[in-house]
Every structure is written in structure tokens, then in C-alpha cells.
T-cell receptor
Framework: DGGITQSPKYLFRKEGQNVTLSCEQNLNHDAMYWYRQDPGQGLRLIYYSQIVNDFQKGDIAEGYSVSREKKESFPLTVTSAQKNPTAFYLC?????????????FGDGTRLSIL | GNSVTQMEGPVTLSEEAFLTINCTYTATGYPSLFWYVQYPGEGLQLLLKATKADDKGSNKGSEATYRKETTSFHLEKGSVQVSDSAVYFCALRDGGSNYKLTFGKGTLLTVNP
């Protein structure tokens, strides 16, 4: 079945540590996105990528980094510079980055601080 | 900038009740509108969409009509079930600089047997 796979489902970070969240899709989608979800809030865009080897900052990119070396993969690194990383992180993809195309989401990674 | 406003929850209904979740938006241009649903511990699933004025999106007994004159996209379902308990998000994308998907804050629906 085609879909978006995020791993791990749960992740714990120690102080001063960088952690990387994985996102893989086999939908052959061009565009991929990372969102952060906090309790009682909507989703906020961290980074997005329209094509391989290119990505743009979203609304809350500080303390995060991404890469897009392959079409299928868009890993997110939460760096030690992100002072409040505890959240639910969602990866999404769409056929193209056009207004009428919906985004398809993975099941998320819940990140907590030890 | 773009924004989406949803009715605040939580909403608690009994099975077979009628559901309405209000959603209004502010956007430049002519956005596409979406409803997503999030079940506990999962990601978001697309429920329905509408891409132009007067379009009606529908899926699994839920529907919403794109009303340009009132800038609204209210979600309705005629008879809810316990399995409909989830968080519902209204969202829009427009033809702006990066086609960003803008979400409302979500509405928690609990359906009791």
C-alpha cells in the first residue's frame, strides 16, 4: 500500500542532543512538509520541499533542519537550539505543491524531553 | 494573511445526533478548502475538500459546502457514531507564495453511545 511512514513513533531527547525524525513516502509525491502540533493548537509549518535538493522555511523553522536528497525521504532534525521541542511532529506530502491538491499525512512522531 | 477559525470544542453528542462544526476563513485570492480528521494517536486523514465556490465536498456521510459569500465551510453529518469521535481540522490553501496549508485549531468531537 502507498503511504507515508514516520519513525520512530515515540522519541526521547536529552538536553543538548540533536535528534532526527524519519519520513518516507512511496506515493511518488513531489512535495513534502513537516508540521508541529501542540495541544489545543492547529498545525504549524516547520519546513517544506517542492523538489529534491530544495527546501524552504515555514513559520517556525528556528531550531530545526531538514534535507531532501531523495524524492522519497524528508528527514527532520530537531537541534539543541530548539528550546521547547516537546510536541507531536507530522510529515505530509502532496502530488504537487498546488492549491487544490490535498496533503497526505503520516501517523506522526511524539517527541519528549528526558 | 490567511486564517481559519473553527468553533471551539469540545463538542459532545449522543449517537445518531446531527453534527455541525463551523468554519470560517480569511484568505487572499480563491483558496481550496479542506476538512481533516485526526483519530487519537494518529496523523491527519483527509475527510473532504472543495476547490471552488459552491462546490460541495462529501465523504463517509459528512459534507461541507464552499460558501464564498460568507467565507465559510461548515462541516455537517446527519447521524454520528461513536467511531466519529476525533479532532476535526478545517484548512485552506491558496495560490499565494508557497501554497501553505493553513489550519484551524481543531475541534474535539466526542460521541457517546
Amino acid at each position: 500500500d502507498g503511504g507515508i511512514t514516520q519513525s520512530p513513533k515515540y522519541l526521547f531527547r536529552k538536553e543538548g542532543q540533536n535528534v532526527t525524525l524519519s519520513c518516507e513516502q512511496n506515493l511518488n509525491h513531489d512535495a513534502m512538509y513537516w508540521y508541529r502540533q501542540d495541544p489545543g493548537q492547529g498545525l504549524r509549518l516547520i519546513y517544506y520541499s517542492q523538489i529534491v535538493n530544495d527546501f524552504q522555511k515555514g513559520d517556525i523553522a528556528e531550531g530545526y533542519s531538514v534535507s531532501r536528497e531523495k524524492k522519497e525521504s524528508f528527514p527532520l532534525t530537531v537541534t539543541s537550539a530548539q528550546k521547547n521541542p516537546t510536541a507531536f511532529y507530522l510529515c505530509a506530502s502532496s502530488i504537487q505543491d498546488t492549491p487544490n491538491q490535498p496533503q497526505h499525512f503520516g501517523d506522526g512522531t511524539r517527541l519528549s524531553i528526558l | 494573511g490567511n486564517s481559519v477559525t473553527q468553533m471551539e470544542g469540545p463538542v459532545t453528542l449522543s449517537e445518531e445526533a446531527f453534527l455541525t462544526i463551523n468554519c470560517t476563513y480569511t484568505a487572499t485570492g480563491y483558496p481550496s478548502l479542506f476538512w481533516y480528521v485526526q483519530y487519537p494517536g494518529e496523523g491527519l486523514q483527509l475527510l473532504l475538500k472543495a476547490t471552488k465556490a459552491d462546490d460541495k465536498g462529501s465523504n463517509k456521510g459528512s459534507e461541507a459546502t464552499y460558501r464564498k459569500e460568507t467565507t465559510s465551510f461548515h462541516l455537517e453529518k446527519g447521524s454520528v457514531q461513536v467511531s466519529d469521535s476525533a479532532v476535526y481540522f478545517c484548512a485552506l490553501r491558496d495560490g499565494g507564495s508557497n501554497y501553505k496549508l493553513t489550519f484551524g485549531k481543531g475541534t474535539l468531537l466526542t460521541v457517546n453511545p
